[in-house]
């Protein structure tokens, strides 16, 4: 099983603040959905209540310490209590994506083979930020970089890294 990061941030590694997105991009929605579809989606509760609903197409796991979470069934979700029994479940699928949020990411960066990177061109303070990718640790192999237009208000670049 392949464990890919996928995440997008600004120029000073800040993912979200109070619980939600920093930017709307499109076209980073649409890159996040079709690299994801199909593939189990893993991510903390704080991020699964900040989409609101169930990503579509994808096995939705999310993990919390409240084993009460969705006990009614409201959502179509796994829940799982850790990231390490979340990531056993998943041992046969091909790929497996961490989509967040910040403690999420945290935890599972030392496990991870792929990361996905969007990179939004703008200095913005959050209160979730992403650690630096160290250069020693994971090797840059795609990057596509776009600028900004009607729909996407600021540049960005997509770009792809390897575990070394
Ligand atoms: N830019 C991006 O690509 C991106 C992607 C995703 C999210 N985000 C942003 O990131 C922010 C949310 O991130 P966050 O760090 O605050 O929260 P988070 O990682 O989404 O969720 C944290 C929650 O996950 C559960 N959790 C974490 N570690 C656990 C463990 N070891 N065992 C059991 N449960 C564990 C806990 O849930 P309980 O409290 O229920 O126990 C914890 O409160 C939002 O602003 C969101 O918009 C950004």
Not at 47 to 55: A, D, E, V, Y
Not at 69 to 88: G, K, M, R
Not at 115 to 120: A, E
Request: net charge negative.
């Amino acid at each position: 099983m392949t464990l890919s990061i996928i995440v997008a941030t600004s120029l000073n590694n800040a993912i979200g603040k109070d619980n939600q997105l920093l930017w709307h991009l499109p076209a980073d929605l649409k890159f996040f959905k079709t690299t994801t579809m199909g593939c189990p989606v893993v991510m903390g509760r704080k991020t699964f209540q900040s989409i609101g609903r169930t990503l579509p197409g994808r096995k939705n796991i999310v993990i919390t310490r409240d084993s009460l979470f969705n006990s009614d069934q409201t959502f179509d979700i796994i829940v799982e209590p850790n990231l390490e029994s979340a990531i056993n479940h998943l041992q046969n699928e091909q790929e497996v994506f961490i989509i967040g949020g910040g403690e999420i990411y945290k935890q599972s960066l030392h496990l991870t083979d792929t990361i996905y990177k969007t990179i939004v061109n703008t200095t913005i303070e959050g209160d979730v930020y992403f650690s630096e990718i160290d250069p020693n640790q994971f090797e840059l192999v795609w990057e596509e970089k776009h600028l900004a237009d009607e729909k996407n208000r600021m540049d960005y670049t997509f770009q792809k890294y390897i575990k070394r």
